[in-house]
């Protein structure tokens, strides 16, 4: 069974940076299609980034494009979202999630099987 445990989020001002970690067990990060995603109360999950395994590119939402980044930690089987510039538009619970294959729905919540408990971040103006 894979496990998701996201940590570091927190309270930061406009402009402000934060860097998410996603821990991963029960299979290697190597081999999955890595996403993030938030929500905020009210409003459907959005997608933010994603990353495939077996050379299937990284993606961005719009909103997040030039600001925010994926990276895949291998020695800590691990995934993390560095968040730069920070909006108060960005004040969310932020999701990790995780599936074998991704394919062309890599933006998509329900493609994804496993979920972490989400983490929240709220951004100061």
């Not at 999955?32 to 009210?42: A, E």
């Not at 494009?65 to 089987?77: C, L, P, S, Y």
């Not at 560095?82 to 062309?104: F, H, I, S, W």
Request: hydrophobic share 30%.
């Amino acid at each position: 069974q894979v496990r998701l445990v996201e940590s570091g989020g927190g309270l930061v001002q406009t402009g402000g940076s934060l860097r998410l970690a996603c821990d991963v067990s029960g299979r290697t990060v190597a081999s999955l299609d890595m996403s993030w995603h938030r929500q905020t109360p009210g409003k459907e999950r959005e997608f933010v980034a994603a990353d495939g395994w077996n050379g299937g590119g990284t993606y961005y939402g719009n909103s997040v494009k030039g600001r925010f980044t994926i990276v895949r930690d291998n020695a800590r089987n691990a995934v993390h979202l560095q968040m730069n510039n920070l909006k108060p538009e960005d004040t969310a619970v932020y999701y990790c999630a995780a599936t074998r294959d991704a394919g062309y729905s890599y933006n998509n919540a329900a493609a994804y099987d496993y979920w972490g408990q989400g983490t929240q971040v709220t951004v100061s103006s």
